[in-house]
Each structure stands twice: as C-alpha cells, then as structure tokens.
Nanobody, 122 residues
Framework: QVQLVESGGGLVQAGGSLRLSCAASGRTLRGYAMGWFRRAPGKEREVVATINWYGSTAYADSVKGRFPISRDNVKNTMALQTSSLKPEDTAVYYC????????????????WGQGTQVTVSS
C-alpha cells in the first residue's frame, strides 16, 4: 500500500508561484509513474502533468512551460513547480501514482493523496 501526502498549496496573487510537493510512503515507487491532477470549482478532475520512473514527462497544454514536474526517486518524492499562476489555475491539486508507464486518465492511477488547495487571486 502507498500513502501520498501533498503539501505546498496556498493563496497567491496572479503571476506568482508555488512549489507543490508529494511525499510517498509505504513502499518504494520503483517503476511507478506519478502525476499531478487538479479539480477546479465546478469542473471535473483533470491531468496537469505526469512523470515516469526514468524522468520522462508529459503536460497538459494549459500548463506547458509553466509547471515543470520532477521527482526524487531516492527520497520517494515528487514536485510541481508552478509559476506565472493565473486565476484559472485555482483548484485542489492531487498527487497520484500507478504501477507502470505514464497515463493521463484518472482510473489508471492506483493511489491518490488528499489534495492541496491552490488559490490564485486576480
């Protein structure tokens, strides 16, 4: 069993940045892909960025170039460095993990964190 805990959310002005972190425990994530998802008010959860064990990444068009994703396989952690934040980035951000390659669909992920709130004011 894998436990995921997000941190780093908060309130920030438009144009600002936040670094979101995800700490995994329970077992090593060797070979696992990880991802960040978000759910904005009144919208469905959507993929933000994903990364595989080897560091290959994929991004939603809306965040490409603004939200680099990274992971530390020794520390079992993952991060999302958000920048140039916009009010439409306001959402609860979730960390997720799955055995195998990257995926962009919610059902593909086996483990989820509880989420961290990011609020961007205009």
């Amino acid at each position: 069993q894998v436990q995921l805990v997000e941190s780093g959310g908060g309130l920030v002005q438009a144009g600002g940045s936040l670094r979101l972190s995800c700490a995994a425990s329970g077992r090593t994530l060797r070979g696992y892909a990880m991802g960040w998802f978000r759910r904005a008010p009144g919208k469905e959860r959507e993929v933000v960025a994903t990364i595989n064990w080897y560091g290959s990444t994929a991004y939603a068009d809306s965040v490409k170039g603004r939200f680099p994703i990274s992971r530390d396989n020794v520390k079992n952690t993952m991060a999302l460095q958000t920048s140039s934040l916009k009010p439409e980035d306001t959402a609860v951000y979730y960390c997720a993990a799955r055995g195998g390659e990257m995926a962009t669909t919610i059902p593909a992920y086996d483990y989820w964190g509880q989420g961290t709130q990011v609020t961007v004011s205009s």
